[in-house]
């Protein structure tokens, strides 16, 4: 294991005048708002090489999101019936992640949520990383798993751990907008831990190699996850269910000024998730991990582009009541979606994603002659 972790004397110093990040003040606008941390993956309150005694832990019922991690996790009896399956997997991401207090605090970050307007988006973090494999739970019985949790209730909660990730980069905390930066003079003075994406500034605070260093929470039984509650139930929310048809997302909008907004935001969230979601899956259906694939997935445009193309494929099957936020431009509103993709379409909308990230590319000019070639050959791949 490789971990070089920043110094918690440079985190609290923080980058020469740079402003703190309660002292932004954001717009009420979505579209200048950090991305709301994805789907139920936490970053780990320890990296290490070894996480396989947490796969199968059940996390409290009613633990608030803040506060999950994995060392909050309980093995019971009926873990027994939850075991390992290492899996390959590649592709480089770029996303936000949620961090319990406790990893937030260790990390000297301060949640995103706290930023102007009111709005409250939870602890979240930025992760920058390539992936390389991941270590998913299976559960090896699954009717004496099922008895086991009726059995002894006091055994099992709705959610365990499913999943870790494997891999190396770094993680950020958000360090304000990049336009308010360079407006009071503090852009020029920021050093080379500063990294700027969709017009914020963002402060790696620590570096990670060839470690697990998230996990991914799920769901133990989908019917009672999904289909018991009412419309007000946003319970999968912070427990993504699973099913072996497909994927789950949970879209998420940023503060805007309808509800109708909102819900056409929120979906258009989950599609771009099932975006990235694809582009792992090509990679691992052609043994590829190109830099081209990867990076293109970290162009917003291409990312938008291809989601249009597979959204008929995206269903939205839970919708949580709009929640209202107070900012200074209004009463905004936020909504929650919870979509679903079938695995029947993952080749064909693969395909699509291909062709829409080609269209793109050469759209904006930037397809060059060999990036043209690695994509024609991984869509050849994808037909076999």
Known sequence: ??????????????????????????????????????????????????????????????????????????????????????VRASGTFDETFNASTSVSGSLGIKPIGSVGGGFEGGNGVRVHYKLAKKLRAEVSDPAAFDQCCKKAPDQCSGTFIG?????????????????????DGTYKKIDASVDFKDGFAWKRVSEFEDVYFAFRTQAANLGSSVAAGGPDDCAWASSVPTSLDGEYFVGMSMPVASEAQARDKAIDNAKRQVVKYLGEYITSAVQSTTNAIEGYLDDQEVVTHAAEGIASRVKAERWCAAETVDTPKGTMYVVKVLAFFPKAEEKEAARVVMQRMTEKLQAQGKLTAQDEATLEETGRKLEQ
């Open 163 to 183: 999943e870790f990730l494997y891999g190396t980069g770094a993680v950020y905390k958000f360090a304000g907008q990049e336009a308010a930066l360079k407006a």
């Open 1 to 86: 294991m490789r971990l070089v972790l920043a110094s918690l004397a440079l985190l609290a110093t923080g980058c020469g005048g740079m402003k703190n990040p309660e002292q932004v003040n954001l717009p009420s606008d979505s579209a200048v708002r950090p991305d709301p941390p994805a789907q139920s993956i936490f970053v780990r309150a320890s990296f290490d090489d070894d996480p396989g005694s947490y796969v199968g832990r059940f996390v409290p019922e009613g633990l608030p999101t803040a506060e999950i991690d994995e060392n909050r996790a309980a093995q019971t009896r009926c873990s027994q019936f939850i075991t390992t399956k290492e």
